[in-house]
């Protein structure tokens, strides 16, 4: 069982940054794929970035967010810059059981709670 704890979140001017944080426990995290998803409010959950052989981001983030991991630590990190209200969203960290990096939020295996993510304008 991992249990993945996120952290970070907040609320942003449009335009600043906020890096948010998922610690995971187990001993293996190195081999998961680490995704990050988010939900606005009264839309689906949706893929946000994924890190694992490979990376992957939605392209309404690409060359704003950055998906990173520190296996020593058992975390991994969303660098967000140029935050825009419509980024507004509580975002969850999730762990898939390879390392195969997907988007689709079933193959995922393990979730966190979700921190809340707020851009004014």
């Known amino acids: 069982q991992v249990q993945l704890v996120e952290s970070g979140g907040g609320l942003v001017q449009a335009g600043g940054s906020l890096r948010l944080s998922c610690a995971a426990s187990g001993r293996t995290f190195s081999s998961y794929a680490m995704g990050w998803f988010r939900q606005a409010p009264g839309k689906e959950r949706e893929f946000v970035a994924a890190?694992?052989?490979?990376?992957l981001y939605t392209d309404s983030v690409k060359g704003r967010f950055t998906i990173s991991r520190d296996n020593a630590k058992n975390t991994v990190y969303l660098q967000m810059n140029s935050l825009r209200p419509e980024d507004t969203a509580v975002y969850y960290c999730a762990a898939k059981n390879t390392k195969l990096v997907v988007t689709t939020q079933r193959e995922y295996n393990y979730w966190g709670q979700g921190t809340q993510v707020t851009v004014s304008s």
């Open positions: 890190i694992g052989w490979s990376t």
